[in-house]
């Protein structure tokens, strides 16, 4: 069952700053959100994870809401580049391994 | 080269072919993983390898042959494919400590992946 609910498609204006939601209303207290993003036919790439405090790297922000029980990934400048469809992923830390992909959001950035 | 490489990128093979995907990672890392992804599906984990050894299957048909011969290469052998088998084949690696309970911190890191058509 998926732990997370994401909208199935966003549009962004390039130069402008994307934000993608992602909710995980059943996140355990010590579960991560991570995010990847897929370009068409790649693989998936790392984009950012967290527990609670928001996070910052060269790809992007993540803000998780102090319940945890959903987040955005913010990409600032968003370019054409960063068409792609994204997941967000709640990781259980009882195994490994267990990176359970959804359908993600499919992100159009036009020009 | 860096990160995780896969080869070939593109294989058509017919169903009484035999055939193998190759996978590399120069991370260091020591886990690594075989991934399934159909047309318009999910990505899905088929095999998993922790220190060589495969820890997890999940419940793949038989036709597929995973092999890890030590923590920086991984392949998987085809034999026998259906036409229902033609997807995009992703390999990732990630680092794990020698001991302890899972973190969820392990994060993967993907190759390009092989499309794979079978005839």
């Known amino acids: 069952d998926a732990k997370t609910t994401q909208p199935t498609s966003m549009d962004c204006a390039e130069g402008r700053a994307a934000n993608l939601p992602c909710n995980h209303s059943?996140?355990?207290?010590?579960?991560?959100v991570y995010w990847y993003r897929q370009i068409h036919s790649q693989g998936p790439q790392y984009i950012i994870h967290?527990?609670?405090n928001n996070e910052t790297n060269e790809m992007a922000s993540l803000i998780i809401t102090e319940d945890r029980k959903s987040s955005t990934l913010i990409l600032p400048h968003a370019t054409l580049r960063d068409t792609a469809v994204y997941y967000c992923?709640?990781?259980?830390?009882?195994?490994?391994?267990?990176?359970?992909f959804g359908a993600g959001t499919q992100v159009v950035v036009t020009p | 080269e860096t990160g995780v490489t896969q080869t070939p990128r593109h294989l058509v093979m017919g169903m009484t072919n035999k055939k193998s995907l190759k996978c590399e990672q120069h991370l260091g890392h020591n886990a690594m993983y075989w991934y399934k992804q159909s047309a318009k599906k999910p990505l899905e984990l088929m095999f998993v390898y922790n220190f060589k050894e495969q820890t997890e299957n999940n419940s793949v048909p038989s036709r597929f042959s995973p092999e890890c011969p030590n923590s920086s290469h991984l392949f998987l052998h085809l034999h026998t494919l259906q036409p229902e088998d033609s997807a995009l084949y992703l390999c990732?690696?990630?680092?794990?400590?020698?001991?302890?309970?899972?973190?969820?911190?392990?994060?993967?890191?993907f190759g390009p992946g092989t499309r794979l058509t079978v005839l």
């Open positions: 992923i709640v990781r259980p830390t009882d195994s490994w391994g267990k990176f359970q």
């Open positions: 059943t996140i355990s207290g010590n579960e991560y």
């Open positions: 967290g527990l609670k």
């Open positions: 990732a690696s990630s680092r794990r400590p020698p001991s302890g309970p899972p973190s969820g911190t392990d994060t993967q890191y």
